[in-house]
Each structure stands twice: as structure tokens, then as C-alpha cells.
């Protein structure tokens, strides 16, 4: 299995701009997370999906993030407008009910100028 | 409120060494806990999942406990190498409905060949 999958791995964009954060979760994973990381806060949760709903969206900083999951292989987060406190690593991760261990992807830097 | 404390925040120690990490927890009511790795630059690996219905698990040079009255755990790592350098995270998934990990700050180890 190829893991999880995340594109790009790194983006650099100026302030104002859209950005859209692409994640492929493991084959057969009904949960999919999106967490960002910084040095201030460390690993926080934005949101979360089961079955390409979303359930848990309490993370999500304000109405300039959105994350959708069309079908089961795919989700994105999309940042608009994008700000420099939004600079992080955005990580996506999926699991499986009934074991629950998170698998991580490789993460998306994003530095906002 | 779930928090999720991680001492020491660094730690050292010379190649052959067994060490032990320690997370606690403030709300004893948790369905798992999981331990990551972090290298630098990359994602979290998946290192140990524990139930909270268990006491420990092993894998490998790895051993964590579990004591949920007391909310704490522990990963054990005998015989450290150089290459078992990098940050450890804990992280507590709450019971009930809910599918979300609260993470700990993290233990940065070096292991000093």
C-alpha cells in the first residue's frame, strides 16, 4: 500500500491567494483527518470525515478554510484568502473504524508570504 | 478539558541506553492512546496503538504502558541507536462518539553514537 498521499509537498504562495491542499487517504479507510502543525501549537485537529462526511469541523481556525471530501479516495483543504499566520505543515491522515490507529501522510509545507 | 504533557521535553542519552518517555493525561476516560515518531521534515509514523481495555503493548525494541486511573503512559526503548533519533508524541483519543486525538508536545530524543 502507498500510504497515505499528499500534493504538493510544499507550497509557497503570496498573501491573498488560494491555496488547495490535496489528500488520498489508504485504500479502504473510512476516516479521514486533516491536523496542522506549528511551533506555537503543535499538532492541532481541523476537521475530520467518516465515510466522505464531515463530522467534526470544531478546528477549523475560521471561514477561510474548507475542506470537502467527494468520494472516498479524496479530500481537500482550501485556504481562501491565505494569510501569513496560516504558514504550517498541514498534515492528512485516514483510519479504519474498529482499530482506529491514525496513518499520516507526509504533509504539505505551506508558507504564505 | 483533555491536556496531553510530555516530560521531558528533550532528552539525550549515549547509543546502547534504555530509556523511558512519559505522557500524562488530565481525563482518565480516553478510548486509546497512541505513540508516534517524527523525524525532522517528515510525517508521524504509527509506532504502538494501545486499547484502553489493555496495559501495554510491545513491538519490537518498543514497550508502552498504559495506566488509565492515573493518566499516564510510558514508552520503553531498550538498547537506543542513533537511529532511533527523532521526536516521540503521544496521543489520546477521548471516549464516546468522537474520532479525535488530542496530541502531547513531544519529546525530542538524540541518541548520541
Known amino acids: 500500500d502507498a500510504g497515505v498521499i499528499q500534493s504538493p509537498r510544499h507550497e509557497v504562495t503570496e498573501m491573498g491567494q488560494e491555496v488547495t491542499l490535496r489528500c488520498k487517504p489508504i485504500?479502504?479507510?473510512?476516516?479521514l483527518f486533516w491536523y496542522r502543525q506549528t511551533m506555537m501549537r503543535g499538532l492541532e485537529l481541523l476537521i475530520y470525515?467518516?465515510?466522505?462526511?464531515?463530522?467534526?469541523d470544531s478546528g477549523m481556525p475560521e471561514d477561510r478554510f474548507s475542506a470537502k471530501m467527494p468520494n472516498a479516495s479524496f479530500s481537500t483543504l482550501k485556504i481562501q484568502p491565505s494569510e501569513p499566520r496560516d504558514s504550517a505543515v498541514y498534515f492528512c491522515?485516514?483510519?479504519?473504524?474498529?482499530?482506529?490507529?491514525?496513518?499520516f501522510g507526509p504533509g504539505t509545507r505551506l508558507t504564505v508570504l | 478539558k483533555q491536556e496531553v504533557t510530555q516530560i521531558p521535553a528533550a532528552l539525550s542519552v549515549p547509543e546502547g541506553e534504555n530509556l523511558v518517555l512519559n505522557c500524562s493525561f488530565t481525563?482518565?476516560?480516553?478510548?486509546?492512546l497512541q505513540w508516534f515518531r517524527q523525524d525532522p521534515g517528515k510525517g508521524l509514523t504509527s509506532l504502538l496503538l494501545i486499547q484502553s481495555s489493555q496495559r501495554e503493548q510491545t513491538s519490537g525494541r518498543l514497550n508502552a504502558s498504559l495506566d488509565k486511573s492515573s493518566g499516564r503512559s510510558t514508552l520503553y526503548i531498550a538498547a537506543s541507536q542513533p537511529g532511533d533519533s527523532a521526536t516521540y508524541l503521544c496521543?489520546?483519543?477521548?471516549?464516546?462518539?468522537?474520532?479525535?486525538?488530542?496530541f502531547g508536545t513531544g519529546t525530542l530524543l538524540a541518541v548520541q553514537p
Open positions: 496521543a489520546v483519543r477521548r471516549g464516546g462518539a468522537t474520532n479525535k486525538l488530542i
Open positions: 481525563d482518565s476516560a480516553i478510548y486509546n
Open positions: 491522515a485516514s483510519s479504519l473504524s474498529g482499530n482506529n490507529e491514525q496513518f
Open positions: 470525515f467518516n465515510n466522505n462526511v464531515p463530522i467534526d
Open positions: 485504500s479502504g479507510h473510512d476516516y
